[in-house]
């Protein structure tokens, strides 16, 4: 009771009448001697707030901009008994919070000092009505509330939760724990008992359906992850309600038990689903600006349970490098479309056009399928253009599990074409009637297979767990393949990412990749192995090696239509790509002072190389590595991104040739690799991306 007096005495003090003041603006807020628990949570948890940054920064108040939040004295001695209160709930009984309110004029700064002092350790949790149930030695360790910590009493609370969600995800679905504890205050002791009364074991007996206006019942049924007759687990009854949200059918579902309290004698339980329904159709419609897009306009429209099955009918279009290709340019190549004004392969819109059916209960409500139809036009920034019509078949096993695997078919009619040089470097097809073969419209069948292990707390802007993908392609005349199109592709990538006190985080990413080709093709009177150049590895860019402008990063072939003189003018470089990859990124995330909850501070270090293993070009060698810096902000659409990395690498060595402009013919320069020169002077070697979401 004596550690409750020094509460009890401020509260009295605070419900004292105040006499009139002044309104101060509160210009500063901080906490010192806080270890045990961070400023964010402090803040958090006091009615007092400081003045926005606009509004606190001296540098920055005369601008007139930001939100001033006053001070209110009542509110603030509340707080003293609010972080009190909080330090003991946390396990600190012996804290004292103390204040120094600083005022100038009709400002003032706030500043809390806090004394934590030791802590009251848990010396022992006990775990009753469990040993028939549960593995305790394996319980105790995954409790949020561990021996010898602190004995907090939210986590305490937490602990709690947990084992009653586990028994209720074991068959007994009215489980309850019930806490008790004992704290010697005098000596920093505390033992915990948590005791389960599970309650009887029970099985589904009745699921009943309301709500449903046009949907069947029987789609709704076959969306269910409770049936009769199933023991009962609670985690079913969320992952049906996940499954009927993501029909698009419905604007409010909840799946519940229809009774709060077990009925006596009856070990069975009815589950109720009470389910709203939304609009059949949506449509779809954005405009927006990308550097490497130009103006890009998309739209789409929906169709919600379409001919029943909780079928989604999706038609979607995408048209881009509006204002730069034809027929739509506007000579938008010299102002706010530069990024693109020596892009050969921008010279036409690029647009796709799709037609999807998914199903998303396929024979299991486990399993998901789509089938769908299209056609394209895309092209990568100076690599490749691919012109195709096409479908593709999609089935995704297991995709409630850790690592959902996903099986695919597709198959298209089209061609790609690439830069003559890249042909004439490559594959030494430097003729133009056999670059019209290769260019030629053929075929393209692939079987994929891919999985994914997702494990990250946020899809937008991930700050704890990992993400582990993996990718398997095979093309060859067994699946309906040109001869021209056989290889193998495979691709590995690994995510992690570690928290750092409430904003900070530390990620990494490795990605390794190679394509084997099935067998050697005759080209140009010689035998070569042949990949597409849309089926290549390119690197570089911002979600890449950021040093690198998009697709820079590997061999390069250079082109010039000017030697006078023993001089090269006019030379434009385009990417070759290569069979092989490897990229690897670390970076370090860190709120910053202005904005904090908004903005951030990355520190990164990206490496990788892409190469053609096993033959020409052979003038790349070595990993690039290189550093850089950036600033995130958040939005609803994930950060916004931009990062700043310096390249201290020359552009790659590599063939030269020289294009005739009247019969479009190249020749190979003989006995000369060209490599323009290191870019003079600090700045021209930092390249800036721009992008939204995180890199990775």
């Known amino acids: 009771m004596r550690a409750f007096l020094p509460i009890l005495f401020v509260a009295a003090c605070a419900a004292a009448p105040l006499a009139a003041q002044q309104e101060r603006v509160v210009r500063g807020l901080s906490f010192e001697g806080n270890h045990a628990i961070d400023d964010y949570t402090l803040r958090s948890a006091i009615a007092t707030s400081s003045s926005s940054v606009f509004a606190s920064l001296w540098l920055l108040r005369w601008m007139g901009l930001g939100e001033k939040r006053y001070f209110n004295e009542l509110e603030f001695r509340r707080d003293v008994v609010r972080l009190l209160l909080l330090y003991r709930q946390s396990g600190y009984m012996n804290a004292v919070v103390d204040t120094v309110v600083r005022r100038e004029g009709g400002d003032v700064h ?81 033992e915990a008992t948590l005791e389960a009364v599970p309650g009887s074991r029970a099985w589904i007996g009745q699921v009943l359906i309301t709500g449903l206006e046009q949907v069947d019942t029987g789609t709704v049924r076959k969306m269910l992850s409770v049936h009769p007759h199933d023991l009962f687990r609670q985690d079913r009854l969320y992952q049906s309600q996940r499954d009927l949200y993501g029909m698009g059918v419905f604007r409010s579902v909840n799946v519940v038990l229809a009774d709060s309290v077990p009925r006596p004698g009856d070990s069975t339980v009815t589950v109720v689903v009470r389910v709203a329904e939304g609009p059949r159709h949506r449509v779809r419609f954005g405009v927006g600006y990308g550097s490497l897009d130009c103006i890009r306009v998309q739209s789409g429209w929906t169709a919600y349970d379409f001919l029943g099955g909780a079928r989604a009918l999706d038609l979607t ?117 056999d670059r019209g073969l290769l260019a030629r419209s053929r075929r393209f069948g692939a079987v994929t297979v891919s999985g994914v292990r997702d494990r990250v707390n946020s899809v937008l802007d991930p700050s704890a767990g990992n993400l582990i993908t993996a990718s398997l392609m095979h093309a060859s005349r067994l699946v309906g393949s040109d001869t021209l199109y056989e290889f193998n592709r495979g691709q590995f990538e690994l995510s992690y990412y570690y928290p750092l006190g409430r904003r900070g985080v530390l ?112 003038t790349v060698t070595g990993v690039r590595v290189t550093p850089g810096m950036g600033l995130r902000l958040a939005t609803p659409l994930g950060p916004v991104r931009l990062d700043a990395a310096y390249n201290g690498y020359p552009a790659e060595p590599g063939p030269l040739y020289f294009q005739d402009n009247t019969t479009q013919s190249l020749t190979l320069v003989p006995n000369v ?18 992008a939204v979401g995180q890199a990775f």
């Open 673 to 690: 690799v060209y490599q323009p020169g290191l870019a003079a002077g600090f700045w021209r070697r930092v390249i800036v991306q721009f």
């Open 317 to 433: 279009a995408r048209v881009s490098k509006l204002g730069v290709g034809s027929p739509t340019d506007a000579g938008l190549r010299r102002n706010v479309c530069h990024f693109l004004h020596d892009d050969v392969t921008s010279d036409t819109i690029n647009y796709n056009v799709g037609l999807t059916l998914r199903q998303p209960a396929f024979f299991s409500p486990r399993h998901t399928a789509s089938l769908g139809v299209f056609a394209e036009r895309r092209s990568e920034f100076k690599a490749y253009t691919r012109q195709a019509v096409g479908g593709n078949a999609v089935v995704t096993l297991n995709a409630r599990r850790n690592v959902p695997v996903t099986l695919g078919y597709g198959i298209s009619v089209g061609r790609t074409t690439a830069d003559p040089a890249v042909y004439c470097s490559v594959f030494r097809v430097c003729d133009e009637t």
């Open 110 to 190: 706030v500043l809390f000092r806090i004394y934590e002092g030791e802590p009251v350790r848990l010396t022992r949790l006990n775990l009753v009505g469990l040993d028939s149930i549960l593995d305790i030695a394996a319980l105790k360790r995954s409790l949020p509330l561990q021996e010898g910590a602190p004995f907090n009493r939210m986590l305490f609370q937490a602990s709690a939760d947990t084992i009653a969600d586990r028994l209720r995800n074991l068959g007994f679905p009215y489980a309850e724990v019930l806490r008790n504890y004992d704290v010697d205050a005098a000596a920093l002791k505390a």
């Open 507 to 618: 990620a990494w990413r490795a990605l390794a990749g190679t394509i084997v080709s099935a067998r050697q093709i005759a080209l140009a009177g010689q035998s070569v192995h042949f990949i597409p150049p849309d089926q290549r590895f390119y690197g570089g860019g911002p979600n890449s090696v950021r040093g690198y402008a998009r697709n820079e990063l590997g061999p390069r072939v250079y082109v010039t239509d000017d030697t006078t003189g023993g001089v090269y003018r006019n030379v434009r470089a385009s990417p070759i790509g290569g069979n092989s990859i490897v990229v690897m990124n670390a970076e370090l995330r860190l709120a910053t002072p202005l904005f904090p909850d908004r903005m951030r501070l990355a520190l990164f270090v990206d490496a990788g190389q892409v190469w053609e293993r096993g033959g020409d070009p052979g």
